[in-house]
């Protein structure tokens, strides 16, 4: 799921909002991403977008210091992830994502609408450390949860570094997205078939994307409609 307002759009689909967090960081060498949240207005519109704070609530107290604890509490959880994939020790990383944790997070309430339909208000202006208690929170239950954590993965596109976790029947899911990066590689894929020895592009060739039936592609990942229509992996 995408969401977003404006130049900036979020996507909310790796399962765990940990997991959305982990993929608004820049990946390193990897050719299109950039830092999405990289000021107070950015992680202000995450906040809101993820569902963390109902739309409308007044975040005057976010500023600099916010956007640098959420990208420390990024940060611990990437590390974390990355063990759980092979990765190196993440030392420290657990303690920290521990603490914030253990702080209280905003409590909801519901309340009447001007329309009279009830809808999610919090019980106090948020601060910064419930904020990220949610989150933590959140990354601590995927840890402690045998079923989740099996389900983890990252993207295998080669200009993906997104985790999530793969709910799929059988657990095949090989990309974040067959929108985004699965598109991209059966693109990739069909300019390599249609390409001359010289690297001239030739006519499409029938079943390049391999069988167009109903149902030849895995779950969330659509046909060749538009071969053309490339999304890259950053938000921006």
Known sequence: MAVGRGARMWRF????????????????????TCEQLDGPGHLAQWLTDAGLVPPGTALDALDDTWVARFHELRSAVSRLMAVQLGGPPADGALERVNSLASAAPPGPRAVRGADGVLVRALSATPDCAGLLAVVARDAVDLLTDPVAR???????????????????????RRWCSGEVCGNRERVA?????????????GPATPGAYGPATPGSYGPGEPGPSDPEKEIPPGVE
């Not at 959305?20 to 960081?25: C, I, P, Q, S, Y």
């Not at 069909?190 to 001239?200: D, K, L, N, V």
């Open 13 to 32: 689909d790796a399962g765990r909002i940990c997991l959305d967090l982990v993929a608004t960081e820049r990946a390193g060498g990897v050719p299109g």
């Open 150 to 172: 099996a389900a983890l993965r990252r993207c295998q596109g080669e200009a993906c570094h997104r985790l999530y976790l793969d709910t799929s029947r059988g657990g095949r």
């Open 189 to 201: 894929r069909h300019r390599r078939r249609t390409s001359g020895p010289a690297g001239a592009s």
